[in-house]
């Protein structure tokens, strides 16, 4: 170094270096905090219920029913009213076929009715009569030796009278014995039985069955013409009675055929 060169020492201004670094360390402290301030914010917004809105102010409710003369007044500040809940219809509650539900109750009645139509003298037989018919009904009775005992039953007519409530007419064939005789077969009685499916879906007799007497009935013509020759020659061993020309265009014809049990009855034959 040469000792005659002077030396030159630059002036640092640590003052002005002190005053900036102090204005960023308070920008970072001013950020730090808005930064900390905002999630606590946000937190504390998370953690709130939502606000339930006002349905007045919104108009999200449901329009009241106009008024049947326009009104004047001012619209009121109470609380609307709430609509009260859905009341489900009787029927809604047997989603179920409609034809399930008068079969069920068709099938209960012509039970009821065999057992309604029978007696046999036992406990057994009173005691299934009496869990069919409603409670505190009283039981058919019979004089000593008599037997009755359903011979055919099948229904004849369904009404439905409510939504789960049947009236079925039954016709019930029934034969009968005495003490002096044996077994004859009665005339048809039209037995008509109130049936309700229950809410278990359980069919119910709700009232004592009427006994009617079956309708009188018209028969209907048959005309039996005579029977072309090329037809009854196709017959053999057949007792012919006569015929007439089907819808279709042939003839039908009528013999008299004897069956197993020894009845011969009158058996129409298509071609």
């Keep these: 170094m040469d000792p005659e060169r002077p030396e030159v020492y630059e002036r640092i201004p640590w003052e002005t270096l002190e005053q ?7 920008l970072a402290y001013a950020v730090a905090a808005a930064v900390t301030l905002g999630a606590l ?3 504390f917004t998370r953690n709130q219920p939502l606000p339930v809105p006002d ?4 108009g999200s409710t449901i329009a009241p029913a106009p008024a049947a003369t326009p009104s004047s007044a001012p619209p009121s500040t109470a609380t609307p009213i709430v609509p009260s809940p859905l009341v489900v219809a009787e029927a809604d509650l047997y989603a179920v076929d409609p034809e399930r539900l008068f079969e069920q109750a068709s099938a209960h009645a012509e039970w009821v009715a065999v057992e309604y139509m029978s007696m046999d003298g036992s406990d057994q037989s009173r005691q299934t009569l009496a869990g069919l018919l409603p409670q505190g009904a009283p039981l058919p009775t019979a004089g000593e030796g008599v037997q009755v005992l359903a011979d055919w039953v099948g229904s004849r007519s369904l009404t439905q009278t409510g939504p789960t409530t049947f009236r079925v007419e039954v016709v019930v ?6 003490a002096e005789s044996g077994f004859t077969r009665q005339p048809p009685r039209l037995v008509v039985i109130e049936v309700e ?3 278990d879906g359980v069919p119910r007799v709700t009232d004592v069955p009427e006994l009617r007497p079956m309708p009188a009935t018209t028969p209907a013509d048959l005309t039996l013409d005579v029977v072309p020759d090329d037809v ?3 017959l053999r061993d057949v007792e012919l009675v006569g015929g007439h020309l089907g819808a279709d265009g042939n003839w039908e014809v009528v013999v008299q055929e004897t069956g197993a049990d020894g009845v011969t009855r009158p058996v129409l ?3």
């Design 232 to 234: 009854v020659a196709e």
């Design 20 to 26: 900036k670094g102090s204005q960023k360390q308070w």
């Design 41 to 43: 914010a946000y937190t």
């Design 173 to 178: 064939r029934s034969i009968a014995s005495s």
């Design 55 to 58: 349905p007045v102010a919104s």
């Design 197 to 199: 499916i229950g809410e």
């Design 269 to 271: 034959i298509r071609p």
